[in-house]
Structure formats: structure tokens, C-alpha cells
């Protein structure tokens, strides 16, 4: 029978010796935490780049000798540089490869140098100690999974390439943390769509929020649209989406859409086409081709606009929320757009065709209820 989890990372500890001492909460020992069990960070903004993106000074292996974990961490990325999507290797470098974070640093603690060093039981007590809310930093159950799912896809890699090592063969016992099957989606009610409309500073902010209701874009694929995607003079207007920011020719379900307008946004197009012809780039210096410039700054002599990249979006609606005094993000706005579409009756199969999902259930999870109308029909029933 396979030892407890806590049990393992205290015997681990004690045999180790050194800073392993005090992972354990088994042990009943107080002292300094190693680093990988610090406590969490704060939040990085979409333009820091400063821990994921550092790159690492990868030793050549001598010959008969096994490359080191990180040249073959590096070789499964570079394995996987076509098939993965650029989010999905960036993720894998922040958690696995990056020299600042806690699996680098477990592994440095542990004295872990090739990719035979590692085992299950220790990935596993790794796992359990950051997880752990009384001795570590207690890490969210999802987190521990994207640890869990870039180790198995390392585990296949070596399965697969032969020479980098043979760890990790055995993975698959690690269980899945466990976490909620699905989260509260969050959509804004009538009355405060109308306020954050309003609290608009400028007319490009307005255009900005409008479309984000009208259509229920991702915040990537917003930043990627560009002027010949607006199909505005066709009946009825629509837009074209066939990449994002990540992918400018691919989407993130691998299908390009159309989009058309919500009803409730009908005279949008119209105004659209009046701001790209007259305050987009008046002076008509910009050549970049998406839809919204960033605002120019005048403090620096030839400075051309600039395409409004995710942060800049991000940005926006921090500026309306403190404005209108409700909090939102993109994300809640593809979240009420999806509401609305589903309380006008559109149908399941054409909600999962123009918010760009790869199955029904997404729609579910995009979709808030609204209380009163569910107590509502309840009450009217006739059962």
C-alpha cells in the first residue's frame, strides 16, 4: 500500500537533512522555509515578463553522461514548438523552467541535476508541500494541477526520447487535486452595462466597451482585429475573427467566426465607421491595421500610434470600473454578452458558434442566472 503523502515528505525531509527538515507538517519542527515554499507572490500584470522569460545557461553533456533537467525541459518545448499553442510553452517555461520559481527551486533544494533524479514519490511531495496551508504557502488546487499536467507531459516526452532520462515513468498515480468542477460565472446586470457604457471618458473608450458587449470577443482576439475584419456594410453587420494576439492566423478553438452585433448595439457599426474615418488616426501617420491605436504620447517628438495591445484593454476597464464604481474585466463582459444572447433565446449550437467554443457545456458556463427570473418561473410554474 502506497505510504501517505505527509508521511513520505517528512521521511524525505528527514533523510535529507538541511532546509527538508521543516517541509513536513509531520515533523513538528519550526524553523527557516526553504525557498520553493515561500509564501505566494503578488499577481504579475500581462507585461511582466521579468520570471517566466528568463532564459537559462544550458551546459553541453559530455559524452555517456545525461544532458541536465533543464536541457531536457528545453528539448520538450522545443518538441512541442508547432503542435502547442504559444500560451500553452510560454506556461510550461513559468512553471517549470523559470530559475525564480518553486519547481526550480525544489529542485536546486533537493539537489534534483537530470531528469533520472526525479521521481514520483518526490514530485508528489512536492505537490504536497506547496499545497500544504499550515507549513507551505497552501497554492490553489488548480495551480497544483498545471504543476501536474506540464510534469506528465515531460513524463511522455521521456517515454518518447530516449537519451534525456527515465523518470517520472510511473506519474500517473499522482491523483488530480481535487477543486471545484466549475466556478460562479460573473455577468453584469442590465442597469450596470448601462452605467459602465456611460462612464465612458472618451469616445475610442466607448467604442472599446460597446464592442466587447455587442460581440463578446476575447480580450487576445479584440487586440487582434484589425480593419479588413469589419464587415460593417454587409447585412447584417459582422465582424471576422481568425486569430488572436497568440495566433494571428489560428483561433483558440482552431475555427475562424463571424460575429454580428447584438440588437441592443444595432447603431454601433454605423458609429464605427464614423470614428474610423475621423478620429482613429486623423493624421493618418499610424500604419498598423487594428482597430484601436493607442493614445499617442505627445511628449516624445514622431512617436506613431500603436496597436492597443491586452494590457492596454486590461487598463481601460480598470479606469471605467473606478469610474462607474463596478468592477469588471473583459472576461465579465464576454460573460454578459453571453448571458444576454441566452436570456433573447438563442439557441445552444449557435451560442457555441459565435463565442468560438468547442462544446455546449461551455455555454453553461458562460451563462449567469439571474435569481429573480429562475425564483420567477419557479413560482409560476404549474407543477
Known amino acids: ?60 553533456a559530455s559524452v555517456g553522461e545525461l544532458p541536465p533537467l533543464e536541457h531536457a525541459l528545453e528539448a520538450m518545448l522545443n518538441a512541442h514548438a508547432l503542435d502547442w499553442s504559444r500560451t500553452q510553452l510560454r506556461n510550461c517555461r513559468g512553471y517549470l523552467l523559470s530559475p525564480t520559481g518553486r519547481f526550480q527551486l525544489w529542485c536546486r533544494a533537493q539537489g534534483i541535476v537530470t531528469a533520472d ?29 498545471k504543476f ?67 460581440t463578446g470577443l476575447r480580450v487576445s482576439e479584440m487586440a487582434a482585429l484589425t480593419l479588413p475584419n469589419l464587415l460593417l456594410s454587409a447585412r447584417p453587420p459582422r465582424l471576422a475573427v481568425t486569430g488572436s494576439v497568440y495566433d494571428p492566423d489560428c483561433t483558440k478553438n482552431r475555427r ?25 488616426d486623423p493624421h493618418r501617420l499610424s500604419p498598423r491595421q487594428e482597430l484601436f491605436l493607442a493614445a499617442v504620447d505627445g511628449r516624445r517628438e514622431h ?3 500603436e496597436a492597443l495591445t491586452i494590457w492596454g484593454y486590461e487598463s481601460l476597464c480598470q479606469r471605467v470600473s473606478l469610474r462607474a464604481g463596478i468592477h469588471f474585466s473583459p472576461h465579465v463582459l464576454r460573460h454578459t454578452w453571453a448571458t444576454r444572447l441566452v436570456e433573447a433565446g438563442v439557441t445552444p449550437m449557435h451560442m457555441m458558434e459565435v463565442g468560438g467554443w468547442t462544446s455546449i457545456d461551455m455555454v453553461r458556463r458562460y451563462y449567469t442566472a439571474n435569481n429573480e427570473e429562475v425564483l420567477a418561473a419557479i413560482a409560476a410554474a404549474g407543477a
Not at 515554499?37 to 520570471?51: E, F, H, I, T
Request: net charge positive; with cysteine; charged share 30%.
Open 256 to 280: 475562424p467566426r463571424y460575429v454580428a452585433f447584438r440588437k441592443s448595439y444595432s447603431s454601433l457599426p454605423r458609429r464605427l465607421v464614423d470614428w474610423i474615418q475621423t478620429e482613429r
Open 1 to 60: 500500500m502506497d505510504e501517505p503523502i505527509g508521511r513520505s515528505v517528512g521521511r524525505m525531509a528527514k533523510a535529507r537533512g538541511g532546509d527538508g527538515a521543516t517541509v513536513g507538517a509531520s515533523s513538528g519542527r519550526t524553523g527557516p522555509r526553504p525557498d520553493y515554499l515561500a509564501p505566494k507572490r503578488a499577481r504579475r500584470g500581462y507585461g511582466d515578463r521579468s520570471v517566466a522569460g528568463d532564459a537559462f545557461r544550458l551546459r553541453r
Open 117 to 145: 533524479d526525479l521521481t514520483t514519490d518526490g514530485v508528489s511531495a512536492f505537490m504536497a508541500a506547496i499545497a500544504d496551508r499550515d507549513h507551505g504557502p497552501g497554492l490553489k488546487a488548480s495551480t497544483i494541477n
Open 303 to 305: 512617436h506613431l500610434p
Open 148 to 214: 501536474r499536467t506540464h510534469l506528465r507531459s515531460f513524463a511522455h516526452f521521456l517515454a518518447e526520447n530516449p537519451g534525456y532520462g527515465g523518470g517520472l515513468q510511473d506519474i500517473g498515480r499522482i491523483r488530480v487535486p481535487r477543486m471545484p468542477r466549475e466556478q460562479i460565472a460573473v455577468a453584469l446586470a442590465r442597469d450596470h452595462e448601462r452605467l459602465i457604457v456611460e462612464a465612458c471618458a472618451t469616445p475610442r473608450d466607448r467604442l472599446v466597451i460597446e464592442l466587447f458587449l455587442a
